[in-house]
C-alpha cells in the first residue's frame, strides 16, 4: 500500500468537497474555490468528515497515481483554508523589484526592467526593494510563479547576485586568486 495514499484527508470546518463524476473534485473553503480533474481509475470517496483515495489494483501506474490523487486533493483543501506562500529575496546592488497594480516590476541589471503581470489567483506583495511574497489557494500556480521570477535572474555562485528563494541555500564558489 501507498503509505502516503492511504492517509485519510480530514475536512476541516468551513470545507465542502463535492466529488462528481470523472472524478472531477470541487473544494470551497473560506480562501476560495478550487476544482480539478484527478485520475478516473481512482476510487475517491468521502466518509463522514474524511476523504479516502482507493486504488483498483497493484499496477505500477496505479501505485505511483495513488499518493499523487491523495496529495493533490490535500493541497486543494490546504489551499482553500490557509492558502501557499513563496518568499523571494532579490540580492545585488541595483537589483530591486516594485509593484503597482497587478504589474511587477523587476530591475536585474539589464538594459531594461523586466516587466511581470500576476496571474489569475496569484497575488504578489513586494516588501522593502528586495523582497517579494508570492501567494495563492493553488500550490502549482503559486510555485510555478515563484519560479518563473527566480528565472529572471537566477543567483550566481561567486556574488550571489539575483533572485533566490528566502530558504535557499546558494553553493558559494571562490573567485580568481592573483598570481605570485
Known amino acids: 500500500m501507498s503509505r502516503i495514499g492511504r492517509l485519510p484527508i480530514t475536512i476541516p470546518a468551513g470545507v465542502t468537497v463535492e466529488i462528481a463524476e470523472n472524478n472531477k473534485v470541487t473544494v470551497k473553503g473560506p480562501k476560495g474555490t478550487l476544482e480539478k480533474e484527478l485520475p478516473v481509475e481512482m476510487e475517491i470517496k468521502q466518509e463522514g468528515d474524511q476523504i479516502v483515495v482507493t486504488r483498483p489494483n497493484d499496477l505500477k501506474k496505479m501505485k505511483s497515481l495513488h499518493g499523487l490523487t491523495r496529495t493533490l486533493i490535500n ?79 537566477r543567483p550566481e555562485p561567486y556574488k550571489g547576485k539575483g533572485i533566490k528563494y528566502a530558504d535557499e541555500v546558494i553553493r558559494r564558489k571562490v573567485g580568481k586568486t592573483g598570481k605570485k
Open 75 to 153: 493541497n486543494m483543501v490546504v489551499g482553500v483554508t490557509e492558502g501557499y506562500k513563496k518568499v523571494l529575496e532579490v540580492n545585488g546592488v541595483g537589483y530591486r523589484a516594485a509593484k503597482a497594480g497587478n504589474k511587477l516590476t523587476l530591475s536585474l541589471g539589464y538594459s531594461h526592467p523586466v516587466e511581470m503581470t500576476d496571474p489569475e489567483g496569484v497575488e504578489t506583495v513586494v516588501e522593502g526593494q528586495n523582497k517579494i511574497t508570492v501567494q495563492g489557494i493553488d500550490k502549482e500556480k503559486v510555485g510555478q510563479y515563484a519560479a518563473e521570477i527566480r528565472d529572471k535572474r
